[in-house]
């Protein structure tokens, strides 16, 4: 007789793993970068999203991409800055979730970035605020494929995954002044830039997608004890070549 598995604990099981997971990388030397990346596909996995956004705001208070757990969302999240509209700039702005069921009845409250989100084939989005001290830090995107809302359970997770979030940038400070906090914001959106630029170069040497890329980079910074952050600098600098970075993908079976 076969018993069918409990759908209830398998989720319990994964939300406690993934808030295991995400506080033991804040102990030590944590990465910033790999634990953006890995927000974002918790969020995936947990949530029900087809896929998510981490937009972080620089010193000058403008937001900016810190990670997602696609291309496809990436490419969304950027146009979603350029036209200076969308739920996720709302949110920041004002420093509330913002819930949209289906983006197909929002197309008046944001004309340019409707359209292009369902273009896309984006149907609903669910922005959560990352806050910490009074100080707005950016905004989690949740985006579906199809109409729907998120429970209110699931909203009070996904927001509970944001304030991880929030807590990492600032997790090594005893305390911290406004100054330190955008300094450390600054940082992270550093980070990113010096990733995207090395899985551009991993792509382009390759001839794989970005994704691809950004796999075989982070199986390369876990297998060897880097940080993600430190691995795609080398790559950069051309101190690691992409050939070894591959050779290891390969190796390890990500891709072939």
Known sequence: MTTA??????????????????AGALVGDYDIADLHTTLTTVCTDLLGATSAGLLLANP?????????????TR?????????????????????NAISVPDLGEEEARWPRFVPTAIEAGFRSVHAL????????LGTLGLFGTTPGALSAPDLELG??????????????QATMD?????????????????????KGQLAQLGDVSMEQAFDALRRYSRD???RLSEVARRV?????????????????????
């Not at 490419?75 to 420093?95: S, V």
């Not at 806050?131 to 707005?136: A, Q, S, W």
């Open 5 to 22: 598995p409990v759908i209830g604990s398998s989720r319990e099981h994964r939300v406690s793993q993934a808030f295991v997971s995400l």
């Open 60 to 72: 000058e208070g403008q937001l900016k991409l810190a990670a997602a757990s696609s291309e496809h």
């Open 75 to 95: 490419n969304l999240e950027l146009f979603l800055l350029q036209c200076e509209q969308g739920p996720c700039l709302d949110c920041f702005r004002d420093g």
């Open 129 to 136: 605020p990352m806050h910490l001290r009074g100080v707005r």
């Open 159 to 172: 927001q509970a995954l944001a304030d991880v979030a929030s807590v990492a940038l600032v997790a090594n």
């Open 178 to 198: 406004h100054l330190r906090l955008t300094e450390q914001l600054q940082t992270a959106l550093n980070s990113r830039v010096v990733l995207e630029q090395a």
């Open 224 to 226: 060897h004890n880097e």
């Open 236 to 256: 950069v600098t051309r101190d690691l070549t992409g050939e070894q970075v591959f050779d290891h993908a390969r190796s390890k079976g990500v891709f072939r």
